[in-house]
T-cell receptor, first 114, second 113 residues
Framework: SAVISQKPSRDICQRGTSLTIQCQVD?????MFWYRQQPGQSLTLIAT?????????ESGFVIDKFPISRPNLTFSTLTVSNMSPEDSSIYLC???????????FGPGTRLTVT | AQKVTQAQTEISVVEKEDVTLDCVYE???????LFWYKQPPSGELVFLIR??????QNEISGRYSWNFQKSTSSFNFTITASQVVDSAVYFC??????????FGSGTRLQVQP
């Protein structure tokens, strides 16, 4: 199994600023993903973090707003840029194990934008 | 496209009652995985079960049981003798070749003492 940690666990940010969230996995995984969970809502996939290349974004999410990096197999970052109150959400990092369909989730980063 | 539907937005039961959470999925893939997660108020996702499309056996784990029926594209979750600690939001999810999960909208379960 894999354990995923995220930093920060929560933050309160001002409108117009940016926040970078870090995701670290304690073992090699194949795929890494970023999800957003708006208050009272389900989880929505933002993008697939590809190692060494540009992330693959879902419809409605763009690189300028949510730049993602994945420099190696076990680490990824998500930046929420030029934040507005609508970005207040929980952001979760996820990874798929080398066995195929094991899905691991980080504890989430709870972001509040004022 | 794939889709997961959890028609029950919120369910309220009294402790010790049995409760079933419904999940209906749509996919064109013949190979897929279905999941259930629990999200307590703390916000963390707790993995409950993963089932692949070729294994229709029902599963029981303690007070939890799952009924997978490909004929109706359903993967329902039953909690027997519910407890207050079962109060949470429960998500059903689907994964295919892309590996990322498609989540249902979730069912909020309130277990009253």
């Amino acid at each position: 199994s894999a354990v995923i940690s995220q930093k920060p666990s929560r933050d309160i940010c001002q409108r117009g600023t940016s926040l970078t969230i870090q995701c670290q996995v304690d073992s090699q995984v194949t795929m890494m993903f970023w999800y957003r969970q708006q208050p009272g809502q389900s989880l929505t996939l933002i993008a697939t973090a590809n190692q060494g290349s540009e992330a693959t974004y879902e419809s409605g999410f763009v690189i300028d707003k949510f730049p993602i990096s994945r420099p190696n197999l076990t680490f990824s970052t998500l930046t929420v840029s030029n934040m507005s109150p609508e970005d207040s959400s929980i952001y979760l990092c996820s990874a798929t194990g080398t066995g195929g369909y094991e899905q691991y989730f980080g504890p989430g980063t709870r972001l509040t934008v004022t | 496209a794939q889709k997961v539907t959890q028609a029950q937005t919120e369910i309220s039961v009294v402790e010790k009652e049995d409760v079933t959470l419904d999940c209906v999925y749509e996919t064109r893939d013949t190979t897929y995985y279905l999941f259930w997660y629990k999200q307590p108020p703390s916000g963390e996702l707790v993995f409950l079960i993963r089932r692949n499309s070729f294994d229709e056996q029902n599963e029981i784990s303690g007070r939890y049981s799952w009924n997978f029926q490909k004929s109706t594209s359903s993967f329902n979750f039953t909690i027997t003798a519910s407890q207050v600690v079962d109060s949470a939001v429960y998500f059903c999810a689907l994964a295919t070749g892309r590996r990322a999960l498609t989540f249902g909208s979730g069912t909020r379960l309130q277990v009253q003492p």
